[in-house]
């Protein structure tokens, strides 16, 4: 009888163990083979091999770019050297990139470690820059001022709190203001490998300034991307696992309210909006097994959807751009300017077409 009832929880274990397997590779793509969207003007952007993982590109054309990006779990070409933001110039025919000097006695440059970006320009005309950092493992927001004579960045302030704990995304609305993304609900590596393979959908989106910090979205399966509309109504939040873009009301008090859900069939990295026509241009990964179990033999494929008249009840969601990995592996964001498209990776090259 005992032996009876341990093979029978033994084959119940079993059985919910193929269905979370089953389900974290459906969670993951993993056996989606990519269909080729080319694009005939592109060029493989110069002085970036280490990543690209997220870019802000300002009114006036400039570009900034996070690069070498150490992710746990993520491949790295790079892994001893610390991360930079780069410069580029998407107004010049064959533009490539410099790296900005970082400025301030405060700031540790060996431990940079940049993942989302975000630029703010009050109305002086002074841009900031935020950026997540991932300092020894760590999650932090940097305040930057960007100099643009001097073609560096000016450490103002860290930003820490309890509730910026697993930091991805983040999108400014003031110079200390922001919404944040945590990915994860758990820091320590164990449980956080058991909340992403079980698919615990635990992360969620944060509101910070310094007067107020709260949770104001969560219930996700890894948030990612976070962006706002261009008349600043609405917040959009990709949902990585899920393979949904949200979109939320924004209210006077800082609360978001969810208005609705867009599934796709590719896993959602990071959300740029086009200033002019509100367009969402999202980078994405659409065999993600391969993102987070690097394989030189099997890599990563890139691709890039625009989503027009997202608010509308038929948003219309285009393939600008797939490729199987041979030319881009692991794109996480795609932002236009001017009939211009750069396209950025995780820990690979980054993307300059011309639409």
Known sequence: MAKLMVLTLLGLAMTHFKDHQSSYQKRLTAFREVEPVDLPNCNLVKGIETGSEDLEILPNGLALISSGLKYPGIKSFDPDKPGKI????????DPE??????SGSKFNMSSFNPH???TFTDEDNTVYLLVVNHPDAKS????FKFQKEEKSLLHLKTIRHELLASL???VAVGPEHFYATNDHYFVDPCLRSWEFYLGLSWSYVVYYSPNEVKVVADGFDFANGINISPDGKYVYISELLAHKIHVYEKHANWTLTSLKSLTLNTLVDNISVDPVTGDLWIGCHPNGMRIFFYDPEHIPGSEVIQIQNILTEEPKVKVVYAENGTVLQGSTVASVY????L????????????L
């Not at 780069?86 to 025919?93: A, F, G, R």
């Not at 990139?97 to 970082?102: A, F, G, K």
């Not at 932090?140 to 305040?143: A, I, P, Y």
């Open 86 to 93: 780069l410069l580029m110039d998407l107004n010049e025919e």
């Open 97 to 102: 990139v410099l790296e900005l000097r970082i």
């Open 116 to 118: 989302g970006i975000s």
């Open 140 to 143: 932090t927001v940097e305040l």
């Open 168 to 170: 991805n995304d983040i």
């Open 338 to 341: 001017k009939g211009k498209l």
């Open 343 to 354: 396209i950025g990776t995780v820990f690979h090259k980054a993307l300059y077409c011309k």
